[in-house]
């Protein structure tokens, strides 16, 4: 029985994004944000990370729930917020479609 390794190989810069967009996160809220955000592979998997600037100083300390990225072309990618700051956080793309990495 042969088995496949899903994380196999290097780890490999595919895909740089950044632009401005909008920080989504519960019901309602939002903020605008600029985004830089490095998409990588290693084998099938597809992870992601940067940096956010915009003005966060109410969720510092927080954690909000259900937070998601509208990229400048209108894509909706779920995400988690690291190191909240009053203008600054570390994000990291979650589960982000294969199609972020074409």
Known sequence: ??????????LRLVKS????????????ASRRVAYRIDVYRQG????GD???SGEFSELVGRSPPNARLRLAGGQEL???????????ASVELLSPPASIGE
Do not use: F, H, K, N
């Open 78 to 88: 779920p995400v988690g917020l690291l190191d909240i700051g009053a203008d600054a």
């Open 50 to 52: 940067g940096e956010l």
């Open 17 to 28: 994004l950044r632009g401005e967009g909008l920080l989504m996160w519960g019901r309602r």
């Open 1 to 10: 029985m042969q088995t496949r390794s899903y994380r196999g190989g290097p």
């Open 44 to 47: 099938l998997l597809l992870s």
